[in-house]
Nanobody, 121 residues
Framework: QVQLQESGPGLVKPSQTLSLTCTVSGGSITTSYYYWSWIRQPPGKGLEWMGA???????YYSPSLKSRTSISRDTSKNQFTLQLSSVTPEDTAVYYCAREPEGWKATYDYWGQGTQVTVSS
């Protein structure tokens, strides 16, 4: 059973960088053929895919967030990390990490429970 757990600060000040970590257990993030994704849901809005890191280490980003987003991984800890720079209150959301089997086209088989991040001074 694969489990994902998000961690990071719940409150970030405007203009700072938001950093979240997803710790994966029950499966390796280097195992073929999966994408490990970050998805968020602002209050009252739908889910927004932010980006992903493939089992190979390749990264992919939403065009609308690409200039502010970086996803990396630490294979020794079986973790992957999201960094979102220059945050504004519009980045307030519940942030999820999830696993997408290759070919499933934005369908995810495992999710973290989500973590609330509020951007406020």
């Amino acid at each position: 059973q694969v489990q994902l757990q998000e961690s990071g600060p719940g409150l970030v000040k405007p203009s700072q960088t938001l950093s979240l970590t997803c710790t994966v257990s029950g499966g390796s993030i280097t195992t073929s053929y999966y994408y490990w994704s970050w998805i968020r849901q602002p209050p009252g809005k739908g889910l927004e895919w932010m980006g992903a890191i493939r089992y190979s280490g390749s990264t992919y980003y939403s065009p609308s967030l690409k200039s502010r987003t970086s996803i990396s991984r630490d294979t020794s800890k079986n973790q992957f990390t999201l960094q979102l720079s220059s945050v504004t209150p519009e980045d307030t959301a519940v942030y999820y990490c999830a696993r997408e089997p290759e070919g499933w086209k934005a369908t995810y088989d495992y999710w973290g429970q989500g973590t609330q991040v509020t951007v406020s001074s």
